[in-house]
């Protein structure tokens, strides 16, 4: 086994106890970019020389006792709306030619802190305006999108080009790349984690979050994150907290909702089957299901839309004036269409929002966690752009993947994604967790149990099956 | 098309009062995404808000907090 194949986890615990070293390990993923990265395009630019030195320096500072954590030496990727000082963030947009960040973002400053190593800056879609990353290739078939907009990220943890990334949610940027890709996204709680220094694509929808190889890892990366900036309003004033699940997979009294409505329809017959399976291997580790009606679903995607499109219109309203050609065409519409809704259409969603939070309060005073699919289909092919469902309704890929998503966005509730098999293509599928405001403990030691119910996954495109947990 | 929907020049008018001018070739193609918008958001006009106010309604105490910082916008 190669120390690229190994999980945060696994990393961590080896270069704590010498076993690895920060440099080798950088070393090894970089060579893996250099493989598979021309094939993937999951990287916007790969800072090969600086993560060198990062990884010299790192292990310097581990020779002489210096151990700053379970991230020191563990090479990431961010995506590429994560400001990095000195460096670009280009958004993957030609709006940003000339681009150079003048400062760190909190999260980029605080993963440097806790030792991480930046390999470089992966895709989005364009300003996180869209479900696909079409700059990107899926990690398990060439020929189907990443997902997205967190593309790059997902694709690169899935690949062995990163150890684990950064990407933002939005309605469900990173969830549906994870899922996808067959890796792991956490969307925190709404202010959990700080944003200042992230280009926004919508203020009151936007999460920062980690994807992970496996539940632990979106742990450890998310201790790190966590915690009270003053310079994102949302920013919550929340203390430190360790979030490593615990060893044990006893989900003795533990109440699991289990949705009669919305989350099962219009859903593929693999992912619902997947789902449902993983679901009693929940319920086999001790969980009691509970089934729950989930509220105001005919607005969810209303609401969704209403509070989105008129915010990202309201952030890129001076460049659209300006340089309007640089846009692709799919943002470009989108944005200039922004313009044409109401103060009312906003209005109105903000109260909706008001109401769904409150509904959703109420469901989930009745169980702890609610299971569902992650998204309705797996990755499809690059150039679909529908989905028709066996009841004869046509439904837009993008509107397709944000629709299991965006209840978490609008009502600011973590949700958590975690492989759960592949279909008979042999794309992966994912089951979402989503629990109360702060309730990430609970999610991730939920995801935890189960996957210790699993053998170890392999990496997007790998025929056998690899160990993340120990090198060869 | 609904009563309701935009015409392309008038996609074209409601743009340039918000200060936006629209190149003649994207009238037709900007109508066309803002009805399908217009048609997604305006079933929020079933709910019955009551006194229900607007989720982004804020806390002075926090706003203060944050309003101390330095901020990168230049106002």
Known sequence: ?472 | MSAAALTPPEAARWAARAGLVLPAERHAAVAAVANHIHGVVTVLRELDFADVPPAAAYRAGEAGEAGEEKRDAAV
């Open chain 1, 1 to 472: 086994m190669q120390p690229y194949e190994l999980s945060l986890t696994a990393a961590a615990d080896a270069i704590r106890a010498r076993r690895l070293s920060p440099v080798e390990l950088v070393d090894s993923v970089l060579d893996r970019i250099e493989k598979v990265e021309p094939g993937l395009g999951a990287y916007v630019t790969v800072a090969a020389e600086q993560a060198r030195r990062a990884a010299g320096e790192a292990e310097h500072e581990v020779a002489q006792g210096r151990y700053r954590g379970p991230l020191h030496g563990i090479p990431m990727g961010l995506k590429d709306l994560i400001d990095v000082s000195g460096m670009a963030t280009t958004a993957s947009s030609r709006v940003r030619a000339g681009h150079r960040a003048a400062a760190d973002s909190t999260v980029a400053a605080r993963l440097g802190e806790a030792g991480a190593i930046l390999l470089g800056k992966t895709h989005t879609h364009e300003f996180a305006f869209g479900l696909t990353t079409p700059q990107t290739r899926n990690a398990w078939d060439r020929g189907r999108v990443a997902g997205g907009s967190s593309g790059g990220s997902a694709v690169a943890v899935a690949s062995g080009t990163a150890t684990f990334a950064l990407g933002t949610d939005t309605g469900g940027s990173i969830r549906v790349p994870a899922a996808l890709n067959g890796v792991v996204g956490l969307k925190p709680t709404y202010g959990l984690v700080p944003r200042h220094g992230v280009t926004s694509l919508s203020w009151s929808l936007d999460h920062v979050g980690p994807v992970t190889r496996t539940v632990e890892d979106a742990a450890l990366v998310l201790t790190a994150l966590a915690g009270h900036d003053p310079r994102d309003p949302a920013s919550l004033s929340v203390p430190a907290a360790d979030y490593r699940p615990g060893a044990g997979t006893d989900l003795t009294g533990l109440r699991i909702g289990l949705p009669r409505t919305y989350y099962f329809d219009h859903v593929h017959p693999q992912v619902e089957t997947a789902v449902r399976h993983a679901i009693g291997q929940l319920e086999a580790l001790g969980a009691q299901l509970v089934e729950v009606d989930i509220p105001m679903t005919r607005y969810i995607q209303a609401t969704q839309w209403g509070l989105m499109v008129p915010e990202a219109g309201a952030y890129h309203e001076g460049s659209l004036r300006t340089v309007p050609e640089l846009y692709q065409e799919d943002v470009r519409i989108l944005l200039e269409a922004s313009e044409l809704m109401s103060a009312g259409d906003y209005v109105r969603a903000q109260r909706s929002r008001t109401l769904m939070r409150a509904e959703w309060a109420r469901t989930l005073e009745a169980v702890d966690v609610i299971a569902a699919p992650s998204v309705p289909m797996p990755a499809v092919g690059a150039d679909e752009e529908t989905v028709t469902w066996p009841d004869g309704t046509v439904e837009s890929v993008s509107d397709a993947y944000v629709r299991l998503s965006a209840p978490a966005n609008i009502t600011g509730i973590p949700a958590l994604t975690v492989p759960v098999g592949h279909d008979s293509a042999g794309m992966p599928i994912g089951m979402q967790l989503l629990g109360r405001p702060l309730g990430e403990p609970t999610l991730l030691r939920v995801g935890h149990a189960y996957e210790q119910t699993r053998p170890a996954r392999a990496l997007g495109g790998q025929k056998q099956s690899v160990q993340f947990n120990e090198l060869a």
